[in-house]
Protein backbone atom coordinates (compact mmCIF):
# COMPACT_ATOMS: atom_id res chain seq x y z
CA UNK A 1 0.00 0.00 0.00
CA UNK A 2 1.93 2.87 -1.45
CA UNK A 3 1.69 6.32 1.05
CA UNK A 4 0.47 9.65 0.64
CA UNK A 5 2.00 10.54 -3.10
CA UNK A 6 2.58 14.13 -3.88
CA UNK A 7 3.96 15.78 -7.29
CA UNK A 8 6.20 17.87 -7.99
CA UNK A 9 8.49 17.41 -4.74
CA UNK A 10 9.98 20.67 -5.86
CA UNK A 11 8.51 23.33 -7.99
CA UNK A 12 9.71 26.67 -9.18
CA UNK A 13 6.90 29.60 -10.03
CA UNK A 14 7.87 33.42 -10.95
CA UNK A 15 6.01 35.64 -9.75
CA UNK A 16 2.32 35.50 -11.27
CA UNK A 17 2.60 32.17 -12.50
CA UNK A 18 -0.03 29.38 -11.44
CA UNK A 19 0.81 26.81 -9.01
CA UNK A 20 -0.48 23.35 -9.25
CA UNK A 21 0.20 21.09 -6.33
CA UNK A 22 -1.00 17.57 -6.61
CA UNK A 23 -1.94 14.76 -4.35
CA UNK A 24 -2.80 11.39 -4.08
CA UNK A 25 -4.15 10.10 -0.78
CA UNK A 26 -3.25 6.27 0.50
CA UNK A 27 -5.85 3.99 -0.87
CA UNK A 28 -8.89 3.90 1.26
CA UNK A 29 -8.87 6.97 2.29
CA UNK A 30 -11.07 9.69 1.45
CA UNK A 31 -10.20 12.42 3.16
CA UNK A 32 -7.11 14.43 2.30
CA UNK A 33 -6.00 17.88 4.31
CA UNK A 34 -3.45 20.25 2.94
CA UNK A 35 -1.03 21.76 5.09
CA UNK A 36 1.50 25.26 4.67
CA UNK A 37 5.04 25.14 6.21
CA UNK A 38 6.52 28.58 6.01
CA UNK A 39 10.45 28.99 6.91
CA UNK A 40 10.97 28.64 10.63
CA UNK A 41 7.11 28.12 11.38
CA UNK A 42 5.22 25.57 12.03
CA UNK A 43 2.67 23.80 9.65
CA UNK A 44 -0.88 25.68 9.14
CA UNK A 45 -3.90 24.17 8.56
CA UNK A 46 -5.07 25.19 5.00
CA UNK A 47 -8.30 22.86 3.83
CA UNK A 48 -9.68 19.64 4.18
CA UNK A 49 -11.59 18.14 1.42
CA UNK A 50 -13.53 14.69 1.04
CA UNK A 51 -14.43 13.61 -2.92
CA UNK A 52 -15.77 16.25 -4.73
CA UNK A 53 -16.67 18.20 -1.40
CA UNK A 54 -14.95 21.02 0.81
CA UNK A 55 -15.43 20.03 3.97
CA UNK A 56 -13.56 23.13 5.73
CA UNK A 57 -11.46 25.68 4.15
CA UNK A 58 -10.64 28.07 7.22
CA UNK A 59 -7.15 28.13 6.67
CA UNK A 60 -7.33 28.71 3.24
CA UNK A 61 -6.09 32.94 1.85
CA UNK A 62 -9.27 34.67 0.49
CA UNK A 63 -7.55 34.92 -2.72
CA UNK A 64 -5.79 33.12 -5.04
CA UNK A 65 -5.91 29.90 -3.23
CA UNK A 66 -8.31 26.84 -4.27
CA UNK A 67 -8.18 23.02 -3.65
CA UNK A 68 -10.57 20.40 -5.52
CA UNK A 69 -10.51 16.87 -4.91
CA UNK A 70 -12.10 15.34 -7.56
CA UNK A 71 -14.21 11.78 -8.37
CA UNK A 72 -11.44 10.52 -10.32
CA UNK A 73 -7.84 11.58 -9.68
CA UNK A 74 -5.77 13.61 -7.28
CA UNK A 75 -6.56 16.49 -4.84
CA UNK A 76 -5.26 19.58 -6.41
CA UNK A 77 -4.32 22.81 -4.64
CA UNK A 78 -4.02 25.54 -7.10
CA UNK A 79 -2.08 28.73 -6.48
CA UNK A 80 -3.00 31.74 -8.89
CA UNK A 81 -0.70 34.43 -9.07
CA UNK A 82 1.92 33.84 -7.00
CA UNK A 83 3.80 35.84 -5.08
CA UNK A 84 7.44 35.77 -3.06
CA UNK A 85 5.49 34.97 -0.06
CA UNK A 86 3.73 31.67 -0.90
CA UNK A 87 7.13 30.33 -0.74
CA UNK A 88 6.76 27.22 1.17
CA UNK A 89 6.35 23.56 1.82
CA UNK A 90 3.22 22.49 0.90
CA UNK A 91 1.82 19.12 2.69
CA UNK A 92 -0.73 16.65 2.40
CA UNK A 93 -1.94 14.05 4.43
CA UNK A 94 -5.12 11.74 4.40
CA UNK A 95 -7.09 9.91 6.37
CA UNK A 96 -9.86 6.93 6.58
CA UNK A 97 -13.29 7.46 6.91
CA UNK A 98 -14.24 7.14 10.14
CA UNK A 99 -10.32 8.15 12.00
CA UNK A 100 -8.73 11.31 12.73
CA UNK A 101 -5.38 9.73 12.46
CA UNK A 102 -3.58 11.57 9.21
CA UNK A 103 -0.78 10.18 6.94
CA UNK A 104 1.26 12.58 5.51
CA UNK A 105 2.75 12.77 2.36
CA UNK A 106 6.76 14.17 1.55
CA UNK A 107 5.38 17.63 0.57
CA UNK A 108 6.21 20.19 -1.98
CA UNK A 109 8.44 22.72 -1.77
CA UNK A 110 7.41 25.53 -3.88
CA UNK A 111 9.94 28.14 -4.75
CA UNK A 112 8.46 32.17 -5.85
CA UNK A 113 11.42 33.74 -7.67
CA UNK B 1 -8.79 28.44 19.35
CA UNK B 2 -6.37 25.74 19.81
CA UNK B 3 -3.11 26.29 20.50
CA UNK B 4 0.38 23.69 20.91
CA UNK B 5 3.52 25.07 22.27
CA UNK B 6 6.49 22.71 22.48
CA UNK B 7 9.30 23.47 24.89
CA UNK B 8 12.45 23.51 24.48
CA UNK B 9 12.64 24.80 21.13
CA UNK B 10 16.31 23.05 20.41
CA UNK B 11 17.89 20.57 22.48
CA UNK B 12 21.24 19.63 21.87
CA UNK B 13 22.58 16.30 23.99
CA UNK B 14 25.20 13.54 24.50
CA UNK B 15 24.61 10.28 22.75
CA UNK B 16 22.89 7.62 25.46
CA UNK B 17 21.16 10.22 27.26
CA UNK B 18 17.75 9.49 27.96
CA UNK B 19 15.35 12.90 27.09
CA UNK B 20 11.94 14.29 27.45
CA UNK B 21 10.11 16.71 25.20
CA UNK B 22 7.23 18.36 26.03
CA UNK B 23 3.93 19.73 24.33
CA UNK B 24 1.08 21.39 25.61
CA UNK B 25 -2.29 22.57 24.40
CA UNK B 26 -4.59 25.34 25.27
CA UNK B 27 -8.14 23.41 24.79
CA UNK B 28 -8.58 19.48 26.24
CA UNK B 29 -11.78 18.65 23.66
CA UNK B 30 -9.41 16.74 21.05
CA UNK B 31 -9.51 13.63 19.27
CA UNK B 32 -5.72 12.12 19.51
CA UNK B 33 -2.23 13.69 20.01
CA UNK B 34 0.39 12.56 17.43
CA UNK B 35 4.01 12.61 17.43
CA UNK B 36 5.97 12.96 14.11
CA UNK B 37 9.49 13.10 13.76
CA UNK B 38 10.66 15.73 9.91
CA UNK B 39 13.84 15.48 8.86
CA UNK B 40 15.59 18.68 6.81
CA UNK B 41 13.89 19.23 3.80
CA UNK B 42 11.45 16.45 4.00
CA UNK B 43 8.15 15.27 5.00
CA UNK B 44 6.49 14.19 8.35
CA UNK B 45 6.95 10.14 9.86
CA UNK B 46 4.58 9.52 12.13
CA UNK B 47 6.00 8.24 15.33
CA UNK B 48 3.14 7.29 17.99
CA UNK B 49 -0.43 8.52 18.16
CA UNK B 50 -2.60 8.80 21.65
CA UNK B 51 -6.37 8.49 21.39
CA UNK B 52 -7.83 11.09 23.26
CA UNK B 53 -8.89 7.90 25.75
CA UNK B 54 -5.51 6.59 26.43
CA UNK B 55 -3.00 7.72 28.61
CA UNK B 56 0.62 7.11 26.79
CA UNK B 57 1.97 4.74 23.73
CA UNK B 58 5.40 2.73 23.46
CA UNK B 59 7.02 1.85 20.57
CA UNK B 60 10.95 1.31 20.79
CA UNK B 61 12.80 3.58 22.51
CA UNK B 62 9.78 6.26 22.17
CA UNK B 63 6.96 6.70 24.96
CA UNK B 64 4.43 9.29 24.68
CA UNK B 65 2.02 10.16 27.35
CA UNK B 66 -0.94 12.59 27.49
CA UNK B 67 -2.86 14.45 30.36
CA UNK B 68 -6.33 15.45 28.78
CA UNK B 69 -7.14 17.69 31.77
CA UNK B 70 -3.83 19.83 32.08
CA UNK B 71 -3.14 19.46 28.12
CA UNK B 72 0.12 18.12 28.40
CA UNK B 73 1.74 15.62 26.73
CA UNK B 74 5.65 14.15 26.71
CA UNK B 75 7.71 12.40 24.34
CA UNK B 76 10.81 10.37 26.36
CA UNK B 77 13.58 9.16 23.97
CA UNK B 78 15.56 6.66 26.57
CA UNK B 79 19.13 5.93 24.94
CA UNK B 80 18.83 8.59 22.64
CA UNK B 81 21.11 8.24 19.38
CA UNK B 82 23.01 10.50 16.26
CA UNK B 83 20.15 9.43 14.15
CA UNK B 84 17.60 10.81 16.67
CA UNK B 85 19.02 14.31 15.59
CA UNK B 86 15.64 15.54 13.98
CA UNK B 87 12.79 17.96 14.72
CA UNK B 88 9.61 16.67 16.23
CA UNK B 89 6.69 18.31 16.08
CA UNK B 90 3.27 17.46 18.45
CA UNK B 91 0.20 17.84 16.33
CA UNK B 92 -3.60 17.44 18.59
CA UNK B 93 -6.66 16.90 16.08
CA UNK B 94 -9.51 18.65 16.89
CA UNK B 95 -12.21 19.69 14.96
CA UNK B 96 -11.22 19.23 10.86
CA UNK B 97 -7.95 19.48 11.92
CA UNK B 98 -4.43 18.99 12.95
CA UNK B 99 -2.79 21.88 15.34
CA UNK B 100 0.74 21.60 15.54
CA UNK B 101 3.40 23.01 17.69
CA UNK B 102 6.57 24.96 16.22
CA UNK B 103 8.75 21.59 16.85
CA UNK B 104 11.49 20.79 19.05
CA UNK B 105 15.23 20.66 17.22
CA UNK B 106 17.17 17.75 18.52
CA UNK B 107 20.59 17.61 18.28
CA UNK B 108 22.18 13.84 19.23
CA UNK B 109 26.36 14.53 19.56
CA UNK B 110 28.31 11.35 19.10
Not at chain 2, 13 to 40: H, K, M
Not at chain 2, 62 to 81: E, F, M, V
Request: hydrophobic share 30%; net charge positive.
Amino acid sequence: NAGVMQNPRHLVRRRGQEARLRCSPMKGHSHVYWYRQLPEEGLKFMVYLQKENIIDESGMPKERFSAEFPKEGPSILRIQQVVRGDSAAYFCASSPPQSHEQYFGPGTRLTVT
Amino acid sequence: KQEVTQIPAALSVPEGENLVLNCSFTDSAIYNLQWFRQDPGKGLTSLLLIQSSQREQTSGRLNASLDKSSGRSTLYIAASQPGDSATYLCAVSAGNQFYFGTGTSLTVIP
